[in-house]
């Protein structure tokens, strides 16, 4: 069994800055990549960054140089700084990862985490 658990999130004024964290704890044998997504109201869940274990990085378009997405492999833990923030930013924030639970097979599952709020507004 695999859990993510996310912390972080709060209401913030336009400009602002938070920073997001997501540890992951179990049965992990290696983390492939790990990522966060985020949902708006009425809208689709869709990628903000993710992070292989090799450390390369991949941001959507509306995120680029205003949001780090980084880990720390010794605490299985992922981060997002996010900084010049704006309205739109406004969503649940969920911590996603690639993980290999079993050292004899190359199989990995799927994990979410539970989703922290961030609210950007004056």
């Known amino acids: 069994q695999v859990q993510l658990v996310e912390s972080g999130g709060g209401l913030v004024q336009p400009g602002g800055s938070l920073r997001l964290s997501c540890a992951a704890s179990g049965s992990i044998f290696s983390i492939i990549a790990m990522a966060w997504y985020r949902q708006a109201p009425g809208k689709q869940r869709e990628l903000v960054a993710v992070?292989?274990?090799?450390?390369?990085?991949n941001y959507a378009d509306s995120v680029k140089g205003r949001f780090t997405i980084s880990r720390d492999n010794a605490k299985n833990t992922v981060y997002l700084q996010m900084n010049s923030l704006k309205p739109e930013d406004t969503a649940v924030y969920y911590c996603n990862a690639d993980i290999r639970t079993r050292p004899w097979t190359t199989n990995t599952n799927t994990y979410w985490g539970q989703g922290t709020q961030v609210t950007v507004s004056s």
């Open positions: 992070i292989t274990s090799g450390g390369n990085t």
